[in-house]
């Protein structure tokens, strides 16, 4: 994970060509469920996500990997 500056959050992790990967979120920990944020077929062996931040003092992240 990586922030700007200007508060841009990127999400990097390795993954497995042509698998496709979740991103979810949550504003607090104890919350459920989780929410999708986006969804990506991979094309190479890491994959990065630009999230959004607008409006949000905190943000909780997952990525959920193929099965």
Do not use: C, H, M
């Amino acid at each position: 994970v990586a922030t700007s500056p200007a508060g841009i959050v990127v999400l990097t992790w390795a993954t497995e060509i042509g698998k496709v990967y979740r991103v979810e979120f949550k504003s607090r920990i104890d919350a459920t469920p989780w929410t999708e944020l986006v969804e990506t077929v991979v094309i190479d062996q890491t994959t990065s996500v630009t999230l959004p931040t607008e409006g949000a003092n905190q943000q909780f992240y997952r990525v959920v990997a193929p099965r």
